[in-house]
């Protein structure tokens, strides 16, 4: 059962001339799923994410989170969801528990029950040595842990995250996507945007790729990966005579093609475990050597790239 | 509730953001030191010339033409005392009291209407009073007023006497008496024994509300003035942070949550209310502490005090409202706030003033405020400071309305 539902949202700054940032982009989120809107800077993800927080009024188009349109019933879907922002909004002078406590109240929560709930989500992002200290003090990597930690208090059924690894180092982010696949262990809903493909593809049970404010695939990684085929690319550059070598390497068995670009020789295979030795017995049969190759799976990148003819920029 | 965690939210920072304690408390605290103790020794200091409303009823003597209740009015019109008095002519001395109530006129002088009766009079036991109607705020002015009249009453007293002691020469000899002779009889008559001297005397009354006796110290001019601009940058660090949220990112996602637009707004205009006023309460506090200054009476003073937090607060947020960046805000308000301050008369340490710039200074609300403040320092009730209040209420009132409206439409 979808529990986000996105019909044709379409957001035009100062029309109507101005920038076209999402342009119909529609996409069913199911319960309980982690989707990925996976695209480079500017295509519209952030925007497209304000509007389901309800902080931007679509120009056109409406989406049903939780039941509730985000043009009608803007009150009921902020209480539903969570949102993680991509910078840290947080106040700087107040400790990690002084923050949550002020978000806390600010969901609606107050009392003991409050207290409860800071303290749990403290434990959730383990951070309850530190929740004292004064946000300012805190790494880069903590002060995403709080950033997140606020959009958990009221325990939403949604959870929006946009680029919440954007500038931290590996461990760091690391922690992050553990939590968040922890968190869709225990039923959450989740919306994450994204420019990494790896994240994408590691977390994602649906991903929906945008560029220029449209949906351009959609789909699980093995469904977009398809669009490419399933054939791994193999480059190689050899020390002489590349043409002579790629008419023998058309003829090594799994090798279903044979390019030359520029100066390297760009083949297509099911199997480049199966291949590759194949391709270094005919290069000393015929008496090169192989200088450089380079092996790449189909992956998401090579999908955008297909797609779009641009690198999906990291 | 969620109006008050916002506000509480911004009054705790606040109060952890030195630079911003240093000038709310202390700059205006240290400013008030060092020109109190710069302009220290003198008591008060009044620069304008005073208002005179000036009315004689004087109905003239039938033993000359000269009215001589015009010649008192005709001296204090003289251009030799131009720069210290403005005297005007009033109808009557119901008038000049009224002008002095409303303050118009800072003193009322009115001559009774048996003045030349008892100066040409040959009643040697009549009297005449001129009546000296002051505003309690005004001393150097009603002093001076004071020194005029009571010249002008001592030399018709004096002539009284001259004319009396030749008089009562001349009956003795029958003859023309020598001149010295004459004078001594002068003499004698002007003196208290001789019972002529003090035919002409002067009446010292005042508005019968507000009657004060309490003077202000130039440390508490200057303070009053002090305290009202630096609310003014009080008010405008916390309405600030509307905009430094906006742009760090907490405002949006205040946004985000199921607290209402109006509640997230409101909760800010409170906290800029609560911590200006805050800041007026400690400064009245170390006011006294350390100065020594007594504020007046507390109905007065907690009347200011709001209305002075009023104004600071809906200034702040209105400029607040149409400045797109903190830098702009900071820059635009400084502006704001030091022109008013020059107009109103912060820097002056005064209330006393006249001309054009007494007209100016009521086209500022800090104007009003520092009258205000002036007038509950000499020991002024809420009845005196009632317009000194209500003005500066209505500026509150129109720069939060207009603020609210700016406001919504920006963050709708």
């Known amino acids: 059962m979808s529990i986000v539902e996105v019909q044709e949202l379409r957001k035009q700054y100062d029309p109507p001339k101005g920038v076209l940032a999402v342009d119909g982009v529609s996409f069913d989120i199911a319960e309980g799923e982690i989707f990925s809107l996976l695209g480079p800077n500017g295509a519209g993800k952030s925007t497209t994410i304000s509007m389901l927080s309800c902080l931007l009024k679509p120009t056109g188009g409406d989406a049903m989170v939780g039941g509730n349109s985000i043009v009608h019933q803007a009150q009921a879907v902020k209480e539903t969801i969570g949102v993680v922002p991509q910078d840290i909004a947080l106040y700087p002078d107040m400790s990690a528990r002084e923050n949550l406590t002020f978000w806390g109240r600010m969901y609606g929560l107050s009392g003991d029950a409050l207290k409860k709930r800071v303290e749990e989500v403290l434990e959730l992002i383990?951070?309850?040595?530190?929740?004292?200290?004064?946000?300012?003090?805190?790494?880069?990597?903590?002060?995403?842990?709080?950033?997140?930690?606020?959009?958990?208090?009221?325990?939403?059924?949604?959870?929006?995250?946009?680029?919440?690894?954007?500038?931290?180092?590996?461990?760091?982010?690391?922690?992050?996507?553990?939590?968040?696949?922890?968190?869709?262990?225990?039923?959450?809903?989740?919306?994450?945007?994204?420019?990494?493909?790896?994240?994408?593809?590691?977390?994602?049970?649906?991903?929906?790729?945008?560029?220029?404010?449209?949906?351009?695939?959609?789909?699980?990684?093995?469904?977009?990966?398809?669009?490419?085929?399933?054939?791994?690319?193999?480059?190689?550059?050899?020390?002489?005579?590349?043409?002579?070598?790629?008419?023998?390497?058309?003829?090594?068995?799994?090798?279903?093609?044979?390019?030359?670009?520029?100066?390297?020789?760009?083949?297509?295979?099911?199997?480049?475990?199966?291949?590759?030795?194949?391709?270094?017995?005919?290069?000393?049969?015929?008496?090169?050597?192989?200088?450089?190759?380079?092996?790449?799976?189909?992956?998401?990148?090579?999908?955008?790239?297909?797609?779009?003819?641009?690198?999906?920029?990291? | 509730m969620k109006v008050l965690a916002i506000a509480w939210k911004d009054l705790r920072s606040t109060v952890r953001n030195v630079p911003a304690l240093v000038m709310m408390l202390v700059a205006p605290l240290a400013l008030a030191s060092l020109l109190g103790f710069a302009f220290g020794g003198s008591e008060s200091f009044e620069i304008a010339a005073t208002k005179v409303a000036v009315a004689t009823e004087d109905q003239g003597s039938p033993a000359s033409p000269t009215v001589a209740g015009c010649m008192v009015a005709g001296i204090l019109e003289s251009p030799d005392l131009k720069d210290v008095l403005r005297a005007t002519r009033v109808k009557d001395a119901a008038a000049t009291r009224k002008a002095v109530d409303d303050g118009d006129a800072a003193v009322a002088v009115i001559v009774?209407?048996?003045?030349?009766?008892?100066?040409?009079?040959?009643?040697?036991?009549?009297?005449?009073?001129?009546?000296?109607?002051?505003?309690?705020?005004?001393?150097?002015?009603?002093?001076?007023?004071?020194?005029?009249?009571?010249?002008?009453?001592?030399?018709?007293?004096?002539?009284?006497?001259?004319a009396a002691g030749a008089v009562a020469v001349r009956s003795d000899d029958g003859g023309?008496?020598?001149?010295?002779?004459?004078?001594?009889?002068?003499?004698?008559?002007?003196?208290?024994?001789?019972?002529?001297?003090?035919?002409?005397?002067?009446?010292?009354?005042?508005?019968?509300?507000?009657?004060?006796?309490?003077?202000?110290?130039?440390?508490?001019?200057?303070?009053?003035?002090?305290?009202?601009?630096?609310?003014?940058f009080g008010a405008a660090n916390v309405a600030r942070t509307i905009l430094t949220e906006d742009r760090d990112g907490t405002m949006p996602r205040l946004f985000t949550t199921p607290t209402r637009h109006g509640t997230i707004i409101g909760g800010k205009f409170v906290s800029v209310f609560v911590t200006v006023l805050l800041q007026a309460v400690v400064l009245l506090i170390a006011g006294r502490l350390i100065f020594g200054i007594d504020w007046g009476r507390i109905d007065a003073v907690v009347l200011l005090t709001l209305v002075a937090a009023g104004v600071a607060g809906g200034l702040a947020l209105l400029i607040i409202a149409f400045a797109k960046t903190p830098a702009q805000a900071g820059a635009i308000g400084s502006g704001i706030y030091l022109v008013l301050a020059l107009l109103g008369g912060n820097f002056t340490g005064t209330a006393q003033t006249s001309g054009t710039y007494a007209v100016v200074q009521k086209l500022t609300p800090n104007g009003w405020l520092i009258q205000g403040w002036d007038t509950a320092m000499r020991g002024g009730g809420a009845v005196d400071v009632r317009w000194q209040v209500l003005v500066p209420l209505g500026f509150a009132v129109a720069f939060f309305f207009f603020a609210v409206l700016r406001m919504r439409r920006r963050f709708a």
């Open chain 2, 176 to 232: 023309d008496p020598p001149a010295a002779q004459v004078a001594a009889a002068a003499a004698e008559a002007f003196s208290h024994d001789g019972g002529v001297a003090s035919v002409l005397d002067i009446a010292q009354r005042s508005p019968k509300v507000g009657k004060t006796e309490n003077e202000v110290s130039v440390t508490g001019a200057i303070l009053s003035g002090m305290m009202v601009f630096f609310m003014f």
């Open chain 2, 112 to 162: 009774p209407a048996d003045f030349s009766q008892v100066v040409y009079g040959d009643d040697p036991t009549a009297t005449a009073q001129v009546e000296l109607y002051e505003n309690p705020t005004s001393e150097v002015g009603g002093s001076i007023v004071e020194g005029v009249v009571g010249q002008v009453l001592a030399d018709f007293n004096g002539a009284r006497a001259a």
């Open chain 1, 126 to 314: 383990t951070l309850i040595d530190r929740q004292k200290d004064r946000v300012d003090k805190f790494s880069g990597g903590m002060k995403r842990r709080v950033n997140i930690g606020v959009a958990l208090l009221h325990k939403p059924k949604v959870l929006y995250l946009d680029e919440p690894t954007v500038g931290i180092d590996p461990q760091s982010r690391r922690s992050i996507l553990d939590g968040i696949l922890a968190l869709r262990a225990q039923g959450m809903t989740i919306l994450y945007t994204t420019h990494y493909m790896a994240v994408a593809q590691e977390l994602s049970d649906r991903i929906g790729i945008v560029d220029n404010g449209k949906m351009i695939a959609l789909g699980s990684h093995e469904e977009l990966v398809r669009i490419v085929g399933q054939q791994s690319r193999v480059t190689a550059r050899v020390d002489h005579y590349l043409e002579g070598m790629a008419e023998r390497w058309r003829e090594v068995p799994g090798v279903e093609k044979v390019d030359i670009e520029e100066d390297e020789a760009v083949l297509l295979t099911d199997d480049a475990n199966e291949v590759l030795p194949r391709l270094f017995e005919a290069a000393a049969a015929a008496g090169s050597r192989i200088t450089e190759i380079n092996v790449r799976e189909p992956n998401l990148e090579m999908v955008f790239l297909h797609l779009t003819g641009r690198a999906l920029r990291e």
